[in-house]
């Protein structure tokens, strides 16, 4: 079973940036994931793709955090990255890993696509 581990999460100011990393691990059946994605959930919402990068380097973005976050992925390709600089309060939220093996989804920002998650770590930005 593949699991997922996040960090870097915290608490910020608006203007200030953050550096979270996600590991994969366990018994992964294909040799990499077809893509890995960062989503977020704030409370009373639903969970929405802020970015993601396939096994190709090809990256997508939510339009919310486009030339503010950066997503890579590290030189194993089951470890991925989001740098998220420039934050705002309304970025405030559990923000997720998540790895598609074996789904090949063709919408990369939408959780559907992707069959194994990370319990998430919690960024707060204040005002």
């Known amino acids: 079973q593949v699991q997922l581990m996040e960090s870097g999460g915290g608490s910020v100011q608006a203007g200030g940036s953050l550096r979270l990393s996600c590991v994969g691990s366990g018994y992964i059946y294909s040799a990499n994931p077809n893509q890995m994605a960062w989503f977020r959930q704030a409370p009373g919402t639903e969970r929405e793709g802020v970015a993601s990068?396939?096994?190709?380097?090809?990256?997508f973005y939510g339009d919310s955090v486009k030339g503010r976050f950066t997503i890579s992925q590290g030189d194993d390709k089951n470890t991925v990255f989001l740098q998220m600089n420039s934050l705002k309060p309304e970025d405030t939220g559990m923000y997720y890993c998540?790895?598609?093996?074996?789904?090949?989804?063709?919408?990369?920002?939408?959780?559907?696509?992707?069959?194994?998650w990370g319990q998430g770590t919690q960024v707060t930005v204040s005002s």
């Open positions: 990068v396939d096994v190709k380097g090809a990256t």
């Open positions: 998540a790895a598609d093996y074996g789904i090949a989804t063709p919408y990369p920002l939408h959780r559907t696509g992707y069959n194994y």
